[in-house]
């Protein structure tokens, strides 16, 4: 860990709450993170602080696709959402290890929202899309520079898997320093929810917690070796 704030995503730091983290995998876990901008909204991060997908070990993405399946069985459960929205801002692309202008470390979390946003139209009007067929091939695509992920349904509805990195190295700096979720919250016509500090959804966050519970004890998923039995 490093930078003036603790790490949000680093769980021994108490940022997260135990009830947020609604499944533990061996080497990754999902949360529920405030800032809930619309009820749905989750994350997948790695337990040991790395600054982005691209920098994962090669192991770690066969449980990254696991968890990602249970977010979109989720998501047709409990919202009736065929497939979800996956965006990763990798902001630590190029080895940055700390927030530039928030302060706070970086920490891989890839975040999933049940909602229909078109996350590649949005992206491609301001960077420069590198297709790829998953997460597994960040490592590869990005060459070492900042980017954000896009796993979503363009505008035909076909999902596509791409990284969005900035017209030129030189701009680099200002893809670290972009925030996505005002643009998203903008783009679903509610620019007041892209701040999680101006809208926590707090309540949101607890129907979350409770709508997952119902789900898990649904589930007739089996274990991948951690201990909760439930889970595929
Ligand atoms: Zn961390």
Excluded at 96 to 121: K, N, S
């Amino acid at each position: 860990m490093s930078g003036a704030r603790p790490c949000v995503y680093c769980l021994d730091n108490g940022q997260i709450e135990p009830r947020q983290v609604l499944f533990r995998g061996e080497h990754l876990y999902l949360c529920a993170p405030r800032g809930q901008m619309i009820e749905g909204y989750l994350a997948i991060s790695p337990y040991r602080c790395v600054g982005c997908l691209a920098h994962f070990p090669p192991e770690w993405f066969a449980e990254l696709a696991r968890l990602k399946a249970i977010v979109a069985g989720f998501y047709r459960a409990a919202y009736r959402v065929a497939q979800p929205v996956f965006y990763e801002q990798g902001r630590g692309g190029r080895g940055a290890v700390t927030d530039r202008a928030g302060g706070f470390p970086l920490h891989a979390h890839l975040c999933a929202l049940p909602a229909a946003v078109d996350l590649h139209g949005l992206l491609a009007r301001h960077y420069a899309a590198v297709p790829v067929p998953g997460p597994e091939a960040l490592p590869e695509a990005t060459g070492h520079r900042p980017y954000i992920y896009a796993e979503a349904p363009d505008a035909q509805g076909c999902v596509r898997m791409a990284a969005y990195r900035a017209a030129s190295p030189a701009q680099d700096i200002l893809l670290e320093q972009a925030r996505l979720k005002p643009l998203i919250a903008a783009e679903m016509n509610m620019p007041e929810r892209g701040d999680w500090r101006a809208y926590p959804g707090d309540e949101e966050l607890a129907r979350l917690i409770e709508r997952f519970a119902a789900f898990q004890a649904n589930a007739t998923w089996t274990s991948p070796g951690s201990s909760a039995k439930r889970f595929p």
